[in-house]
């Protein structure tokens, strides 16, 4: 396991959500929006710092390859639309010149006298939400698979890719596992493709962040999603352990049960790579 090619534009790597769509996303989580609308928020609110990562005194650097895999009913689609429709995988600098619409949002911030007053600020929308139909998690996993191989094929130097998959609930057709699996063995000569998986819940109970086994998973379905999921390269359970999280290098990608603040520190941990040039 290596997972250590520096990235710069000669040599990026690259992100890819895949989205559960489901009608079962439409429940509340306890911020009070659906899991729908949260897990857009997250993701929007991600490839805005994803674009300030890469922006250098000249410009936006292209460091990342972006996609956005949306599944529900029976199919899969494309998560972007608009001028980012024509491909999964979009460079940062395109996301960045094609947003779908920019919204005026309220931010609560500190007045600086103790206070707290709201700020108007400019929110990008690239990925919308939506819920309906049933979980088609086999369609899904192998759609995000043809993306990963041809992106593996054109860069084979570097750095491999992420996949990070928010679901909230059991597949709807088939099990998952074993082409989670064929996945995860596609390839960069710097490693195998990570694949980091998500849960969501409304249920309110605690979240299982970053398990080492699946001894602790109440079930089947969350030891499923267990061993489907990468486990975390050195790095990032350097990373993990500064956001306060008890991980090791056993520990895999994969969260249980999460809410709202587990989804932020789920893309922020999953969508950092090695040492941006």
Same mark, same amino acid.
């Given at each position: 396991?290596?997972?250590?090619?520096?990235?710069?534009?000669?040599?990026?790597?690259?992100?890819?959500?895949?989205?559960?769509?489901?009608?079962?996303?439409?429940?509340?989580?306890?911020?009070?929006?659906s899991?729908?609308?949260?897990?857009?928020?997250?993701?929007?609110?991600?490839?805005?710092?994803?674009?300030?990562?890469?922006?250098?005194?000249?410009?936006?650097?292209?460091?990342?390859?972006?996609?956005v895999?949306?599944?529900?009913?029976?199919?899969?689609?494309?998560?972007?639309?608009?001028?980012?429709?024509?491909? &999964?995988?979009?460079s940062?600098?395109?996301?960045?010149?094609?947003?779908?619409?920019?919204?005026?949002?309220?931010?609560?911030?500190?007045?600086?006298?103790?206070? &707290?007053?709201?700020?108007?600020?400019?929110?990008?929308?690239?990925?919308?939400?939506?819920?309906?139909?049933?979980?088609?998690?086999?369609?899904?996993?192998?759609?995000?698979?043809?993306?990963?191989a041809?992106?593996?094929?054109?860069?084979?130097?570097?750095?491999?890719?992420?996949?990070?998959?928010?679901?909230?609930?059991?597949?709807?057709?088939?099990?998952?596992?074993?082409?989670?699996?064929?996945?995860?063995?596609?390839?960069?000569?710097?490693?195998?493709?990570?694949?980091?998986?998500?849960?969501?819940?409304?249920?309110?109970?605690?979240?299982?962040?970053?398990?080492?086994?699946?001894?602790? %998973?109440?079930?089947?379905?969350?030891?499923?999603?267990?061993?489907?999921?990468?486990? %975390?390269?050195?790095?990032?359970?350097?990373?993990?352990?500064?956001?306060?999280f008890?991980?090791?290098?056993?520990?895999?990608?994969?969260?249980?049960?999460?809410?709202?603040?587990?989804?932020?520190?789920?893309?922020?941990?999953?969508?950092?790579?090695?040492?941006?040039?």
């Amino acid at each position: 396991m290596s997972y250590s090619a520096e990235i710069s534009r000669s040599n990026p790597t690259a992100f890819l959500f895949v989205v559960d769509q489901s009608a079962s996303m439409e429940d509340k989580l306890s911020s009070g929006r659906s899991k729908a609308q949260q897990v857009a928020d997250v993701l929007n609110r991600t490839l805005a710092t994803l674009i300030t990562r890469c922006t250098k005194s000249e410009g936006t650097r292209n460091y990342f390859d972006i996609g956005v895999i949306g599944y529900g009913g029976s199919d899969t689609r494309n998560g972007f639309q608009g001028s980012l429709s024509g491909s &999964i995988l979009n460079s940062i600098s395109n996301i960045e010149a094609s947003p779908l619409k920019i919204e005026d949002r309220k931010k609560k911030m500190d007045d600086g006298a103790g206070g &707290i007053i709201e700020q108007s600020i400019k929110f990008p929308i690239w990925f919308e939400s939506a819920a309906s139909g049933g979980t088609p998690m086999c369609k899904a996993i192998m759609a995000a698979a043809e993306q990963m191989a041809a992106w593996c094929d054109a860069h084979p130097d570097c750095y491999p890719p992420t996949v990070l998959h928010i679901t909230d609930g059991e597949s709807t057709d088939g099990n998952p596992e074993e082409l989670a699996s064929q996945l995860r063995q596609i390839r960069t000569n710097d490693g195998e493709v990570l694949l980091f998986n998500l849960h969501v819940s409304s249920f309110g109970t605690d979240p299982i962040e970053f398990p080492a086994s699946e001894t602790s %998973l109440p079930d089947a379905y969350s030891k499923m999603l267990f061993r489907m999921s990468s486990p %975390l390269p050195e790095h990032l359970v350097r990373f993990a352990q500064e956001k306060g999280f008890k991980v090791s290098m056993e520990s895999r990608g994969f969260m249980f049960n999460a809410d709202a603040i587990q989804i932020v520190d789920f893309f922020d941990i999953g969508t950092r790579a090695a040492q941006l040039r």
